[in-house]
């Protein structure tokens, strides 16, 4: 059964970067067909996809976080990372990550990461 | 690129049918037959219902339905249960450059 899991920093000062990784396991993150993405929830909120990458690191990003994110990947060690640079208080969220099979679906997804922005 | 516009809430009693619906534009939800649903459950991951308008995972309840008509997709729950409260995100590739785009996301009561 696939499984995806964040870790990083649950805390982050304004203006650094905020750096995360996904962790996959019982399966390949170079599976032909899947990209794998990030998407995240601001406290209270609505979801926001950021970024999708490929495991030959091919990437596309959210225009609105574009100049900010940069999203590799690691297929030795089977994980994806998301890093979001000069954060503000409006970047607190929860960030997921998940696959995103062919049609735009996410499935299935990590248990997700509150990352708080706050000096 | 703007959020698809959902129903804030949507209520019902145990046994009965709702539906919520997800609006968008002949770039999204009207142009393709891409859109997904997600059930969220209070401090937990999304979870996919739907994909592809009207396509269930193995695993999820027939009580569960999607369809499409223009551009507005619709997710059904039939035979509500207390267990199908939680918030519903629908989401839909798009052709602009945001690639996917989710719902507002619509807050499922059962009475």
């Known amino acids: 059964q696939l499984q995806l899991q964040e870790s990083g920093p649950g805390l982050v000062k304004p203006s650094e970067t905020l750096s995360l990784t996904c962790t996959v396991s019982?399966?390949?993150?170079?599976?032909?067909?899947?990209?794998w993405g990030w998407i995240r929830q601001p406290p209270g909120k609505g979801l926001e996809w950021i970024g999708s990458?490929?495991?030959?690191?091919?990437?596309y990003y959210n225009p609105s976080l574009k100049s900010r994110v940069t999203i590799s990947v690691d297929t030795s060690k089977n994980q994806f990372s998301l890093k979001l640079s000069s954060v503000t208080a409006a970047d607190t969220a929860v960030y997921y990550c998940?696959?995103?099979?062919?049609?735009?679906?996410?499935?299935?997804w990590g248990q997700g990461t509150l990352v708080t922005v706050s000096s | 690129q703007s959020a698809l516009t959902q129903p804030a809430s949507v209520s019902g009693s145990p046994g009965q049918s709702i539906t919520i619906s997800c609006t968008g534009t002949s770039s999204d939800v009207g142009g393709y037959n891409y859109v997904s649903w997600y059930q969220q459950h209070p401090g937990k991951a999304p979870k996919l219902m739907i994909y592809e308008v009207s396509n269930r995972p193995s695993g999820v309840s027939n009580r569960f339905s999607g369809s499409k008509s223009g551009n507005t997709a619709s997710l059904t729950i039939s035979g509500l249960q207390a267990e199908d409260e939680a918030d519903y995100y629908c989401s839909s590739y798009t052709s602009s450059s945001t690639n996917y785009v989710f719902g507002t996301g619509t807050k499922v009561t059962v009475l």
């Open positions: 019982g399966g390949s993150i170079s599976s032909s067909s899947y990209y």
């Open positions: 998940a696959r995103l099979a062919p049609g735009g679906r996410f499935d299935p």
């Open positions: 990458i490929y495991y030959s690191g091919s990437t």
